[in-house]
């Protein structure tokens, strides 16, 4: 799970002046205001976050880009508990099931996926925090619990600067003009 940013961002100084727990707050609530703003209908609409390229899913329905969203939460909560279980090998994450039509099925695994990541780093040990980790995703050779929780706090605002921009295929009639046809 490779991230794209400015150079430097790799350099452990960096994340060491930003609390990981206040990122992970602030972008999940940039994502949480945006989803509650959006339009349950706009869920299949096309859209396209450039950012995301590395991991595959830069381009797809925006329902379907959550599920993969929740997805990686719940990546990053298998390999926090494995390191809490001594376990360095490869760890994958059953699937949930969720189908990406079904929205407010996707809200639940959003705010679960999230859950279970937090879940997982508030019970790792203390020198997780200070050494370096190797997750087993592709192109990753080491980094830092608090530099991989600041990525998805980045990737919650990423998120939701995105769905902010949707806007509908057709025009939504505004709850006062319904049922009010001349």
Known sequence: MAHNGSPGIDNFKFFQSI???????????????????????????????????????????????LLAHAERDRAHAAFFASLNAGDTTRTSTPSTGVIAGDWAAVRSEIDAARFAMLEAAANLSPECWERPLFPPWEGIVEEYLPSLLIVRAMCDGILAGAIAALTPAVPVPSPARQGHAR
């Open 19 to 65: 609390d990981p727990w206040t990122a992970l707050q602030d972008g999940r609530r940039q994502l949480i205001d945006a989803l509650d703003a959006c339009d349950p209908r706009l869920a299949m609409q096309m859209l396209t976050i450039p950012e995301f390229a590395n991991w595959g899913d830069s381009t797809g329905p925006l329902s379907a880009l």
